[in-house]
C-alpha cells in the first residue's frame, strides 16, 4: 500500500465514527491543498527529520510525507492511532507515531540527537505552552513552522507599541525571527472554529540568549506585562523597580508595550548583573 491507495480524509473519519474533541482543542485541517502548502512554507524535504504535534487524522502528515522526510509524529488522542498506523503502513517507513502528550516528551531523544523541523497545526488549547518549550527548553529546532489562532499569530510577531504586543512577542523574538507567513480561514478547518488561524514562521536566532539571560528573561516579561498599564519602576519594583530600569538604559516612567526587545534583553543583563553584585 502507498499513500495513494489511502481513502481521503473525510472517508476515514466517517469510517473510524471520529469527531474533533473540543477538550482537546481539535480543529481538523483536511484541505490537502492547503497542507501541502504549509508543507511548502516549512522548507522541509528529503532527508529532514520533522516532528507533528497533533497530526488528528493526518491531513498536514500526508503532506509532510509527500515531501521525502521523515516525520514522528506526536498524538494525544489515541483514537487516531488506526487512522495514523495506517498511514505509517503506507508511508514506506517514513512516519514514526508516538501516542503520548507533547508537553511531556523528550524531543532530542526522538530526533536521535539530530537536527529537526517542528511543522504543526498545533491543538488550540497547548499551542502557546509548546512554542514557550521549544523557545526556551534545553533542545532548539532547527525551524518551526506552526499554526495558531491568529490573534496569537499576531501577537508572536508583534512590534513594540502595538496592542498585540506583550511578553509572548518578546520571549518569541529574543530567541528567533518569527514571521506571520499565511493566513487560514476558519471554513478552512472541520469543524470551523469561531476564528481564523495563521501559520507562524520562527527560525531560532544564532544569538539566542543563553539559559541564565533567557530565565531572567521571563521572569521580567512575567513582572513587567502582568502589569502593563503601570510605569517600569512600579511594575517591576519587586525586581528592582526603578534602579534596574535606570541600569538598563531604560526610562523608568516608560510602560512595558513601548519597551523593544533589545531593551528587554537589556533589562535582563541588568538584572543579573544586580544579583552578582548584590545590589
Known amino acids: 500500500m502507498s499513500l495513494a491507495d489511502l481513502p ?3 472517508e476515514a473519519l466517517a469510517a473510524h465514527g471520529l469527531m474533533a474533541r473540543k477538550s482537546f482543542g481539535q480543529h481538523f485541517l483536511l484541505d490537502l491543498n492547503i497542507t501541502r502548502k504549509i508543507a511548502r512554507l516549512a522548507e522541509v524535504g528529503a532527508g529532514d527529520r520533522v516532528i507533528e504535534v497533533g497530526p488528528g487524522p493526518g491531513g498536514l502528515t500526508r503532506a509532510l510525507i509527500e515531501t521525502g522526510a521523515q516525520v514522528i509524529a506526536i498524538e494525544k488522542d489515541a483514537r487516531f492511532a488506526p487512522l495514523l498506523e495506517a498511514l505509517a503502513a503506507a508511508s514506506g517507513g517514513a512516519l514514526t507515531l508516538i ?19 517542528v511543522v504543526s497545526n498545533l491543538p488550540y488549547n497547548v499551542g502557546t505552552p509548546l512554542l514557550i518549550k521549544w523557545l526556551t527548553g534545553p533542545w532548539t529546532p532547527a525551524s518551526l513552522t506552526l499554526m495558531f ?13 502595538s496592542s ?15 514571521r506571520v507567513v499565511m493566513d487560514v480561514p476558519a471554513r ?13 514562521r520562527l527560525t531560532p536566532r544564532a544569538d539566542r540568549p543563553a539559559p541564565d539571560r533567557l530565565d531572567a528573561l521571563q521572569k521580567l516579561t512575567a513582572a513587567a506585562f502582568g502589569q502593563r498599564r503601570k510605569m517600569l519602576r512600579a511594575s517591576l519594583k519587586p525586581l528592582g523597580g526603578e534602579a534596574l530600569a535606570t541600569a538598563a538604559g531604560l526610562d523608568p516612567q516608560a510602560r512595558a508595550e513601548t519597551v523593544d526587545v533589545a531593551g528587554f ?7 543579573l548583573e544586580l544579583r552578582k553584585t548584590g545590589a
Open 8 to 10: 481521503p480524509l473525510r
Open 99 to 117: 501516542l503520548g502528550d507533547a508537553l511531556k516528551v523528550d524531543e532530542a531523544a526522538l530526533a536521535g540527537g539530530q537536527s529537526a523541523h
Open 149 to 161: 489562532q491568529k490573534e496569537v499569530a499576531e501577537r508572536i510577531a508583534a512590534a513594540p507599541g
Open 164 to 178: 498585540a504586543y506583550g511578553r509572548l512577542a518578546v520571549i518569541a523574538q529574543a530567541t528567533a525571527d518569527a
Open 188 to 200: 478552512a478547518f472541520t469543524p470551523p472554529p469561531k476564528v481564523d488561524s495563521a501559520v507562524v
Open 265 to 271: 534583553l537589556r533589562l535582563a543583563d541588568a538584572w
